[in-house]
């Protein structure tokens, strides 16, 4: 079946430019996260959905960042006035359930580059 | 401070050769979970495996196999005679608690030449 999805696969933006990334999580899935991962580093936790909840946003690095699941399903993760340390490759993930150790499927990942 | 230790950085073999990849962890909950993931050159992070911390049986699958000790907080992977598709970045990760999101090691860069 299909996999998660993210769109798009890059991005460039100037500093200063909000930009919006978009995440489709597999289908029936309950649980959706967003993670940053920086160049040669591990993926960083940003922020986690249970259907539209937003449970957990204790990653996200400043008030720049928004992250929205309004139906439960498809995420976007939005980030204002961007600055050249949010370069990193953004990742979005989903699991099936909501239980704390329910394994998380990736997508392929947003790659963000700002000038 | 880092949960999850990945200490090897890369790592290059040749073709067949069997490989082992380190990962030591710390947390304090008696009850958690333990990932491996592949991030081939594509992006995607690929599932390998799901441990939980009751479970200290050492699992193998096809070429892969891994290795977990409680008594030593490790929870290593082994790849046997490796292929020129197993290079990717290998990462290690945690899940502890009541806690939903995975902690990350750094991972491991693992070229095969042929």
């Known amino acids: 079946g299909a996999g998660v999805s993210q769109s798009p696969r890059y991005k460039v933006a100037k500093r200063g430019q909000d930009v919006a990334l978009r995440c489709d999580p597999i289908s029936g899935h309950v649980s959706l996260f967003w993670y940053q991962q920086a160049l040669g580093q591990g993926p960083e936790f940003l922020t986690y959905?249970?259907?539209?909840?937003?449970?957990?946003k204790s990653g996200l690095p400043s008030d720049r960042f928004f992250a929205e699941r309004p139906e439960g399903s498809v995420s976007t993760l939005k980030i204002q006035r961007t600055q050249q340390e949010d370069s990193a490759v953004y990742l979005c993930?989903?699991?099936?359930?909501?239980?704390?150790?329910?394994?998380?499927?990736f997508g392929p990942g947003t790659r963000l580059l700002v000038l | 401070a880092q949960k999850v230790t990945q200490a090897q950085t890369e790592i290059s073999v040749v073709e067949k050769e069997d490989v082992t990849l380190d990962c030591v962890y710390e947390?304090?909950?008696?009850?958690?979970?333990l990932f491996w993931y592949k991030q081939p050159p594509s992006g995607e992070l690929v599932f390998l495996i799901r441990r939980n911390s009751f479970d200290e049986q050492n699992e193998i699958s096809g070429r892969y196999s891994w290795n977990f000790q409680k008594s030593t907080s490790s929870f290593n992977f082994t790849i046997t005679a490796s292929q020129v598709v197993d290079s990717a970045v290998y990462f290690c990760?945690?899940?502890?608690?009541?806690?939903?999101?995975?902690?990350f090691g750094a991972g491991t860069t693992v070229t095969v030449r042929a």
């Open positions: 947390t304090r909950d008696t009850t958690y979970y």
């Open positions: 993930a989903s699991s099936l359930d909501e239980g704390q150790y329910a394994t998380q499927y």
């Open positions: 990760a945690l899940s502890e608690g009541d806690d939903y999101k995975l902690s």
């Open positions: 959905f249970q259907n539209e909840a937003q449970l957990d």
